[in-house]
């Protein structure tokens, strides 16, 4: 029999394990954007603590994290007005090098300064989500941060 595929909606809070005991816990915006939030506990407080945490970081993910149940969704809250915005991402050409701002579904001419503390517009692999979220309370670089770094 084949496995039913989980549906993805906005607001859908997921839980993220990174063993040993330990979660953390993202959130579901516009597909396949998902905002993650700074805690790491061995337990699962109440959704309206969840989304009162500062947010660490939102980048595009995978939709099967969530759809093939690797992060299992725990509870739905609509989101606040500073989550509906999108976020700015940057993109660097691979060729020519040359850097532009990609911000809902434009994309305008940059330098190198304007995209150093954006995210790359790229989208990742849980695994590698959960690698950042561990390197991340382990106080230590991510690998995966340090590759997609615009240079």
Known sequence: MAKRKIPLQVGDIVKIDLGDKAFCFGRVLEEPLIAFYDLKTSEVPDME?????PILFRVWVMNDAVTSGRWPVIGNMSLSPDLEVAPKFFKQDPISKTFSIYYGEKETPATLAECEKLERAAVWDPSHVEDRL??????????????LKAQ
Do not use: F, H, K
Not at 49 to 53: R, T
Not at 134 to 147: A, C, F, K, M, T
């Open 49 to 53: 603590a969840i989304v009162e945490l």
């Open 134 to 147: 561990r390197d991340y309370y382990l106080g230590i670089p991510n690998q995966w941060v340090e590759s």
